[in-house]
């Protein structure tokens, strides 16, 4: 398996931190991905709600994750780092990784909100079933 090489970096992404916070983000990507099959009705609801807060705050925080800003918190004593190609390209990276290639921001941006509604979709009718049985 190929690992993923940030360069240009001063500190290492290839610590316990930044180890840590990439598998975290990949958890929650992978709970994302899968979370609109859930049976339990309080998660279904838990997970109709952070869909569209996890797509506000990329709107609000200029396309960077929570997840990204807090490591880069922990690391600098800053919120935002301008040097660190990481924020904001989480999945960037991904498909660099799984496809060998670089996707700009706005691609990122509409495949990215456009899955978030897709998978809301699917967790609101399967939600719905969930309310009729």
């Given amino acids: 398996m190929a690992s993923i090489d940030f360069q240009g970096r001063a500190v290492s ?4 931190l930044g180890l840590s916070f990439f598998l ?3 958890g929650v990507g992978g709970f994302v991905l899968a979370g609109w099959l859930l049976s339990s009705y309080e998660a279904l609801l838990f997970y109709l709600v952070l869909l569209p807060a ?3 705050q990329w709107a609000v925080n200029r396309g ?3 997840i990204n800003n807090v490591e880069t918190w922990l690391r600098t004593g800053r919120w935002r780092d ?14 660099d990784w799984l496809f060998a290639m670089r996707p700009s921001a706005p691609v990122i941006g509409r495949c990215s909100y456009s899955a978030v ?15 009729l049985a």
């Fill in 13 to 16: 992404k290839k610590d316990g």
């Fill in 24 to 26: 975290f983000h990949t």
């Fill in 54 to 56: 996890m797509a506000s």
């Fill in 64 to 66: 960077s994750c929570l």
């Fill in 82 to 95: 301008p040097e660190n190609p990481e924020e904001g390209g989480f999945l960037a990276a991904l498909c």
């Fill in 117 to 131: 509604l897709f998978l809301w979709l699917l967790a609101l009718g399967h939600f719905s079933w969930l309310a």
